[in-house]
T-cell receptor
């Protein structure tokens, strides 16, 4: 069974603080994909990153970085020097097995960045 | 810019009155999806089309139907909306699903449905 857990329901930080959003997944598949999406108040889900199960390299994109660790089944997302515009709900998602089209979303983490 | 477009952004309907939500895409993607997202919850997949092949999720109520007349457009029909159907409806597309390779899903801005 596929499952994604985002244990942090809501996080509040002050602008310029670093913040890490946790994502833990469960799967029996050897090939799978992990995603992060951002959902600002406007509602649109914005794609941030995709990672496949064979690529454990961490990735950095500007202020965003991702730490993928298969040993702990985690795919955590760090925002460095947070900004008010980072305020949104962030979803981690998993796909794999026989149906790569089906995304298993975590419950989301709401990030509040205060000025 | 190429994108996924949903109209209208807000839709108000009456209990039991059929309503149709629309989605169009300029990405020329083969796969189109409809999700339902209720407040403070994760998106829930209702169904998807791979080209003209319709794939329904097992737990999607019969009240929800979909049409895809061509590559660019996909519609969500709610035959008899109930109060519990009030939600954000998100359309997404992905280029393909062939060869076991997952394709990233790109989402539209959503239509927020209110049922009175």
């Amino acid at each position: 069974a596929q499952k994604v857990t985002q244990a942090q329901t809501e996080i509040s930080v002050v602008e310029k603080e670093d913040v890490t959003l946790d994502c833990v997944y469960e799967t029996r598949d050897t090939t799978y994909y992990l995603f992060w999406y951002k959902q600002p108040p406007s509602g649109e889900l914005v794609f941030l990153i995709r990672r496949n199960s064979f690529d454990e390299q961490n990735e950095i994109s500007g202020r965003y970085s991702w730490n993928f660790q298969k040993s702990t089944s985690s795919f955590n997302f760090t925002i460095t020097a947070s900004q008010v515009v980072d305020s949104a709900v962030y979803f981690c998602a998993l796909s794999g097995g026989n149906n790569f089209n089906k995304f298993y979303f975590g419950s989301g983490t709401k990030l509040n960045v205060k000025p | 810019d190429a994108m996924v477009i949903q109209n209208p952004r807000y839709q108000v309907t009456q209990f039991g009155k059929p309503v149709t939500l629309s989605c169009s895409q300029t990405l020329n993607h083969n796969v189109m999806y409809w999700y339902q997202q209720k407040s403070s919850q994760a998106p829930k997949l209702l169904f998807h089309y791979y080209d003209k092949d319709f794939n329904n999720e097992a737990d999607t109520p019969d009240n929800f139907q979909s049409r895809r007349p061509n590559t660019s457009f996909c519609f969500l029909d709610i035959r008899s909306p109930g109060l519990g159907d009030a939600a954000m409806y998100l359309c997404a597309t992905s280029r393909d699903r062939g060869g076991g390779l997952q394709e990233t899903q790109y989402f539209g801005p959503g239509t927020r449905l209110l049922v009175l």
